[in-house]
């Protein structure tokens, strides 16, 4: 069993596609074990994509996660940080996969709805950044 940490972005939030992103990933086996409404403040963004902060979109992208409310989850499941960054598609949504999130609802590169953690390592520090051991349930 592995966890991992999912965003619905503020486009998916906004447009109503909570249900669509959660169905999905209960359909194919990915447990929600902690779930929550945020709205990150620029610092908040910022320290979550702080590996990226030499990109230059890092002012674009933590002004998109700021712009709204995400919901933040842990999911779990085997194999579940691959398994769900292959449901969500390749981040650009043009090279993304058929039948994947962001082929079927992203609008943008940076606007691609979903985000998934990529390793075990990030996984833990992503779920640490949002969630402490009292809100995921056993
Ligand atoms: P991910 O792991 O698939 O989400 O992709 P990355 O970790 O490489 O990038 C993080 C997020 O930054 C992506 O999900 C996009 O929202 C955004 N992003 C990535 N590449 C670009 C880019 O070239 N331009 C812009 N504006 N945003 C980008």
Do not use: W
């Amino acid at each position: 069993m592995e966890r991992t940490l999912s965003i619905i972005k503020p486009d998916g939030v906004g447009r109503g596609l909570i249900g669509e992103v959660v169905k999905r990933l209960e359909a194919n086996d990915l447990t929600v074990k902690a779930m929550k409404m945020i709205r990150m403040s620029t610092t908040q963004a910022q320290g979550f994509y702080a590996v990226h902060k030499d990109r230059p979109f890092f002012g674009s992208l933590t002004e998109f996660m700021t712009s709204g409310p995400c919901v933040v989850m842990v999911l779990e499941g085997e194999n579940a940080i691959e398994r769900y960054r292959t449901l969500m598609g390749a981040t650009n949504f043009k090279e993304a996969a058929e039948g994947t999130i962001r082929k079927d609802f992203a609008t943008d590169i940076e606007k691609n709805v979903v985000h998934g953690s990529d390793a075990p390592e990030t996984a833990r520090f992503e779920i640490g950044y949002f969630f402490n051991s009292l809100e995921i349930v056993a």
